[in-house]
């Protein structure tokens, strides 16, 4: 569920998912310039799940940064369970498209449906915004993820982190 794109957004959201009892103190919530770093080092630990190397993730650091002052600029959404941070995505662009500049969640959540439920109110909070399209630059292992959500893939990006990597470039309508 990584992106390989850095986000340039943030969104005021609160709302709460139940997928079941488990879930229950699930909610999502904007995102905090005081969390920047947090939110970094979780964007790191995600993308790291797939495998990565060291070296590979250290190129990565500075694209998948969050730096205190854009949290909000980058229409950050958190999800969270009992306090603890589960995962976050960012809405970025000014519309009629826009872009999914980040979407993470934290390794043991991944497969929780703590990306469906940020993915899901990213998609409605880009309608209520006027967006008509969002571009998702997509980790490769996360491509399936977003394809199963109904995006589409519409070509390749190059990686902001990797010289002469592509990665995949899905689109979705909110």
Known sequence: MTNDRAGRAGAGVSGRATAG???AARRLRAGRDDEAEALSELALR?????GYDEEFLAACREE???HPGEVAARRTTVAE???????FATLEGDGPEGE??????????????VGRLLYR????????LGFTRLTIGADPYAES?????????????PSGSIPGR???????WP
């Open 64 to 66: 998948l940064r969050l």
């Open 81 to 87: 369970q009992d306090g603890r941070i589960l995962g």
């Open 145 to 157: 993820f977003y394809l199963a959500m109904g995006a589409q893939r519409i070509g390749d990006t």
């Open 46 to 50: 995600s993308k790291g799940h797939w």
């Open 121 to 128: 109110h990213v998609l409605r909070e880009a309608g209520r």
């Open 166 to 172: 592509a990665l995949p470039l899905l689109a979705a």
């Open 100 to 113: 999914l500049g980040m979407l993470f969640v934290e390794p043991d959540a991944i497969g929780k449906g």
């Open 21 to 23: 009892p488990a879930d």
